[in-house]
């Protein structure tokens, strides 16, 4: 089981330099967001295995404040990608 | 388990192979979704089962993770559409270019009477 657990982390891990060759190369700013979210997401599942593997359940917090922060940061940069700014300070639409 | 690892690498996969920002969006939300559902779901059943501990945290993270990754791909599609970045070559057909044309034509034709 403990093979099947380091396997897993090793090809969830191949998945993500895949990501960080898109985040690296990618040819828009979009594409970059995209490869945040995803290497994010992905960040999820490598803790889940790590948290396995150790046999703690201490990181399991990590992991849901980490999907929120992706998430979060997602948002931000699309809203700045589509008007310019974060926050919008007066309300004239 | 299996499942999730291999949603992963099919996540890396489509975001190094497809053309343009749109289809990268399409792989990175579902398939990176699912993945990482079944890596959490695999990971609350083996706290569950075998160490004995009910792992509400996880519960929680496998739900919001499920509302929130695609709204994420929807909004950066949405930006990189606005923000004029073209599709790929193989598009047959563009149905929000004729609908932002429209829209823009009918704000300057309503513009121009009243001033």
């Known amino acids: 089981m403990m093979t099947f657990y380091w396997v897993s982390l090793i090809l969830v891990s191949l998945g993500f330099t895949g990501l960080l060759f898109r985040l690296v190369k990618g040819p828009t700013i ?10 994010g997401i992905s960040l999820v599942s490598i803790i889940a295995l790590l948290s396995l593997i150790i046999e703690t359940e201490f990181f399991l917090e990590v ?3 980490l999907s929120i922060l992706s998430f979060i940061g997602t948002i931000a940069f699309a809203k700045f990608l589509e008007r310019g700014e974060i926050f919008d300070r007066n309300n004239h639409n | 388990m299996s499942t999730g690892v291999i949603f992963s690498l099919v996540t890396a996969l489509g975001l190094i192979r497809l053309p343009d920002v749109y289809t990268r969006t399409h792989a990175a939300s579902k398939s990176s979704t699912l993945g990482v559902l079944c890596v959490l779901l695999a990971a609350f059943i083996h706290f569950w089962l075998i160490e004995g501990i009910f792992n509400t945290q996880l519960i929680i993270a496998i739900a919001f993770l499920f509302i ?4 994420g791909g929807h909004l950066i599609g949405r930006a990189a559409y ?6 790929a070559d193989e598009t047959v057909r563009d149905d929000m270019e004729v609908a932002i044309k429209n829209q823009k034509n009918e704000l300057l034709n309503n513009k121009t009477p009243e001033e």
């Open chain 1, 30 to 39: 979009a594409d970059r967001v995209v490869a945040l979210d995803a290497i």
């Open chain 2, 68 to 71: 929130t990754a695609p709204v």
């Open chain 1, 63 to 65: 992991i849901l404040l």
């Open chain 2, 82 to 87: 606005m923000s004029g970045i073209s599709v």
